[in-house]
């Protein structure tokens, strides 16, 4: 089955420097990816959705400039968190369609847990 | 936009106990409704998808139904165990995009 991989699976850092997380489809080609983020104790909530070649489409409330996504091939979307704040600290969840699966079928990563120290 | 709402918000029951976690949303034109399984710390694991056309399906102790006229879905679990214990996430997918909102999830715990 359809297989996506995010790395890493958890990262800490300081206040103020910049994350980047992957995720990748390992086993189909996915034009559409997204991004949700996880506080403890709450739902996901979707950040932006990726699309490859083009610019991503965010949530209102998302800050563009502060959540770059970056989809560049049909197999790996980025998920780069800017100057990155102890608020920011949180579990980062992408998804992706397999066209094989059919246009209403997501597969989960395992999700990213940022800690911002 | 879609809204998802789920009750209740945390359910603790002993072993052994068939138990019912609900799920509602607002928009009914939905491609699917999906119900998902989180521990803690951890990533989703998938449980069941009913598409719109269908009314129910099911795996192993697991039943899930989908009432589209009235915005609900439930997540039977048949005779429960401590490993049942997690959140339980419902998702509708709807939208030209075709998102998928999540609710707030139910914590469910399974006393020994």
């Known amino acids: 089955g359809a297989v996506v991989s995010q790395h890493p699976s958890w990262v800490i850092c300081k206040s103020g420097t910049s994350v980047k997380i992957e995720c990748r489809s390992l086993?189909?080609?996915?034009?559409?990816m997204f991004w949700y983020r996880q506080f403890p104790k709450q739902s996901l909530m979707l950040m932006a959705t990726s699309n490859e070649g083009s610019k991503a489409t965010y949530e209102q409330g998302v800050e563009k400039d502060k959540f770059l996504i970056n989809h560049a091939s049909l197999t790996l979307s980025t998920l780069t968190v800017t100057s990155a704040h102890p608020e920011d600290s949180s579990f980062y969840i992408c998804s992706a369609r397999d066209p094989a699966s059919g246009a209403n079928v997501l597969t989960f990563g395992a999700g990213s847990r940022l800690t911002v120290l | 936009k879609q809204e998802v709402t789920q009750i209740p918000a945390a359910l603790s029951v002993p072993e052994g106990e068939n138990l019912v976690l609900n799920c509602s949303f607002t928009d009914s034109a939905i491609y699917n409704l999906q119900w998902f399984r989180q521990d803690p710390g951890k990533g989703l694991t998938s449980l069941l998808l009913?598409?719109?056309?269908?009314r129910e399906q099911t795996s192993g102790r697991l039943n899930a139904s989908l009432d589209k006229s009235s915005g609900r879905s439930t997540l039977y679990i048949a005779a429960s165990q401590p490993g049942d214990s997690a959140t339980y996430l419902c998702?509708?997918?709807?939208?030209?995009?075709?998102?998928?909102?999540f609710g707030s999830g139910t914590q469910l715990t399974v006393l020994p």
């Open positions: 998702a509708g997918l709807s939208g030209s995009a075709r998102q998928l909102t």
């Open positions: 086993d189909f080609q996915a034009t559409t």
């Open positions: 009913i598409q719109s056309s269908q």
